[in-house]
């Protein structure tokens, strides 16, 4: 655990008071509203018997509670934190440094308030997230012709060996088995709620997933079978107009992609994902209605499995997809990360959009 809770005592003494000392630290989840507020949240406070008390948006999250309008806990805790701008904008001038907790302490920051900052906004720690910026530097190294060798330097890794094992465990694949003549190639597409891995052939788009994904590395692998190659590397006309698309859509202008998709997947599941597709953004359903819509009342596990196979991220809106009492369910990229993609919807849903594109049918 990040932060040792106080005793419940202490923490419902700190509710009723609103007392900011456990912001950020600590969360009180409603059993009688369904809700989680920060502890300083306005609205009337609820019996202790109602409350339990969990250090992080996404435990609360995992308990099936949703964030409070008034309080806002999940936008707090995405806002401005001085910290956080203070060490990326320190990243983003050395991403390719070997940080260290020693180098948090050199630019004045304490670590342990450093690893809940960066947990409760992006789901990783600083290190973690530096980590992986040294992974990309490496990627986009490959992705210019460099050899394994120099691409491990860019990546700032002193051992061979050690590089190619986080290369490794990330795509599932070494970094020399990786040719720019394949019929799929991966690209790197760096987001603010984190990179994510491309895989395009020259005509589609063939998967989208963060790159923390657990089940990443198995996806590349069935595409690899399927291919019946090796996975290649550098970026395609359908990645580069998944690029473009997804910095509209991070920077709340437009939810419309436009990007050929090729799907893969059962003729049910196919089905499942053109009615994710047809979700209006900002809008959420649970699995029963989609599996009422494509005329399967009876299927919603099927439905269920159907959504979490799904490998376009984001383009395939699985995160649009809640549970039938109103509560975020599993998302392969994390709760976390699904509330955040909800609330970007829901600033696109408030403001005027850019001009829609049809959308291909996928193959």
Known sequence: MLFDLPDFQILYAALLARDDRYDGQAYVCV??????????????KPRAENCTFHPTVAACLEAGFRPCLRCQPVQAAAGADPVVTALLAALDRAPGRRWSEQDVVALGHDPSAVRRSFRRQFGMTFLEMARQRRLREGFQALERGGKVIAAQHEASFDSASAFRAAFARLL?????????????RATWIPTPLGDMIAVSSRSHLHLLEFIDRKGLPAELQRLQAEAREPLGIGAMPPSEQAAAELEGYFA??????????????????????????????????????????????EAVRAVARANGANRIALMIPCHRVIGADGTLTGYGGGLWRKQRLIEIERSLRARPQESPAALPSTS
């Open 172 to 184: 599932g694949c070494a970094p020399a088995s990786l040719h720019p003549d394949r019929l799929l």
């Open 252 to 297: 709340a202008r437009t939810d419309h992609f436009a990007t050929p998709l090729a799907t893969g997947g059962s003729a049910f599941a196919r089905q499942v994902w053109q009615a994710l597709r047809g979700i209006p953004a900002g809008e959420t359903r649970s699995y029963s209605q989609i599996a009422r819509q494509i005329g399967r009342p």
């Open 31 to 44: 059993a009688s509203t369904g809700v989680f507020c920060r502890l300083t949240c306005p609205a009337r």
